[in-house]
């Protein structure tokens, strides 16, 4: 089985992101997020959580994907993104 069955566009997705716990990290992601998918309201579609040491922050978004190539391309923009660690 390829990718392209494993989801049928348009769907929900959530997006994880990791990266270091700094104000700039949330607005920046918010950010990228919005260039992507213009219906994005991050006080609905974007969720965090600190790390046990406060060093880390998990940001959950969740968009409305609408093709592969979409999520692609939003996967692409955050992992050029300084702060971030890892996206899931």
């Known amino acids: ?4 069955q494993l989801l049928q566009f348009p769907c929900d997705f ?5 990266g ?3 104000a700039e990290f949330v ?3 918010a950010a990228i997020i919005t260039e992507h998918y213009e219906l ?9 959580k ?9 940001i959950s978004v969740t968009i409305k994907a609408q093709s592969q190539q979409h ?3 939003i996967y692409i923009s ?9 996206v899931l």
């Not at 959530?14 to 990791?18: C, G, N």
């Not at 600190?50 to 998990?58: A, H, I, P, R, V």
């Not at 955050?78 to 890892?86: P, Q, S, T, W, Y």
């Open 20 to 22: 270091l716990n700094t």
């Open 27 to 29: 607005t920046d992601i």
């Open 78 to 86: 955050i992992n050029k993104h300084k702060l971030v660690k890892f």
């Open 1 to 4: 089985m390829n990718k392209s």
């Open 50 to 58: 600190q790390s046990s040491n406060g060093k880390y922050l998990s």
């Open 71 to 73: 999520l692609d391309n």
């Open 40 to 48: 994005f309201n991050p006080d609905i579609h974007l969720v965090t």
């Open 14 to 18: 959530i997006i994880k992101i990791m």
